[in-house]
């Protein structure tokens, strides 16, 4: 492992770090990474839609048996990930160039097929890459309870504070709940008005939730629901949390600092090579530091990218972060333990 860098943002000037990202676009282009791969989405895409049609299909045959709902309902929960990740990619522009295109892609496989809001996500996540790791910009910092660095405990209070005080314990139990609170976090754009399409993204989720619901209820008794929801919405959380929680946390945060878009990127991120298995949970994002570097490279591209980059950081002496995956969550609890210790000792009397 690479140990976390600590950040100093004057070893390059600003005119050699745009160089230095010009350069290694070059070489990304030159070995044909930013390529669209529309012929592959093509692929995907139907195989997940056959995948998620054979677990409905198990589940209408289960018979309401709790081993035949649990086993359709993980099948699901893989499958839905793999959804997700579709919707990442339609947000980045990874599957196709048109706006069309893309905005069907995302409200088809967001709203209706994930209960997720696809315009809320895309404004949330492109917020997040223009400024990982920010204290006061990034979204995925500011949305959570938890707090990644000192500074942030002072804004704890109350039930909130216990849970940022005990969040070395508590963060990984609570992402059985991620999947809850993407769809939550939807609605609260909704109910703000912060979409260019409410109505739309909103009936769209509504029609989610009666077609998933209504079907569950024809398929199975409702003990049998009940089971397949807990093992269905804990086991997606798990799956979307765990994919996305180690990518940036226990990194270097900023306040106030301007860092070019290579330093931004690069120093605010990890990797996590695998093997395909691992892709395959990860969606590909386990090579984050590329992602972050180009978000419109295609994710079957980023294993490729991977050496790529890695070499390139170290020819211009840029630390570059890269783990095991058991070490990666590993690091995250200890950071989490760090930043909160601030407000051990002190809850009881806040």
């Not at 350069?23 to 997940?48: D, K, S, W």
């Not at 990982?132 to 309870?145: K, Q, S, T, W």
């Not at 945060?253 to 878009?261: A, D, H, L, N």
Request: hydrophobic share 50%; with cysteine.
């Amino acid at each position: 492992m690479t140990d976390s860098p600590a950040v100093n943002s004057s070893s390059h000037e600003p005119a050699a770090q745009d160089e230095d990202f010009r350069e290694l676009t070059r070489r990304v282009q030159a070995a044909g990474l930013m390529r669209p791969r529309t012929g592959q989405y093509v692929t995907g895409i139907a195989v997940v839609w056959l995948m998620n049609a054979l677990g409905w299909a198990a589940l209408a045959f289960s018979g309401g048996t709790w081993w035949k709902v649990v086993l359709a309902a993980v099948w699901l929960a893989v499958w839905h990930e793999q959804l997700a990740f579709l919707v990442h990619d339609a947000g980045h522009r990874q599957i196709t160039r048109s706006r069309r295109f893309i905005q069907a892609l995302g409200l088809v496989h967001g709203n209706l097929m994930l209960g997720v809001c696809f315009g809320w996500w895309v404004q949330h996540h492109n917020r997040h890459h223009n400024h990982p790791n920010h204290l006061e910009l990034d979204p995925d910092i500011l949305r959570r309870v938890a707090i990644f660095a000192p500074e942030q405990a002072q804004d704890r209070k109350g039930f909130a504070r216990f849970l940022a005080a005990n969040q070395r314990y508590l963060f990984f139990p609570l992402l059985g709940l991620e999947a809850l609170v993407l769809r939550i976090a939807g609605v609260i754009a909704l109910r703000r008005r912060a979409l260019r399409k409410p109505l739309l993204e909103g009936g769209l989720m509504v029609l989610h939730a009666v077609l998933f619901f209504g079907a569950l209820f024809v398929l199975l008794p409702w003990p049998s629901v009940l089971l397949f929801l807990a093992v269905h919405q804990v086991l997606l959380g798990y799956l979307l949390g765990l994919a996305f929680a180690v990518n940036h946390k226990g990194l270097p945060t900023r306040v106030g600092k301007e860092w070019s878009w290579l330093e931004r990127q690069v120093l605010t991120s990890r990797t996590l090579p695998t093997g395909y298995i691992g892709d395959f949970f990860y969606g590909g994002l386990n090579y984050q530091i590329e992602h972050h570097l180009f978000p419109g490279m295609p994710r079957a591209a980023l294993r490729r990218a991977y050496p790529l980059v890695k070499q390139f950081c170290v020819e211009r002496e840029i630390p570059y972060v890269e783990t095991g995956v058991l070490e990666s969550y590993r690091d995250l609890a200890e950071h989490l333990g760090s930043a909160s210790e601030v407000l051990r000792g002190t809850t009881a009397t806040a």
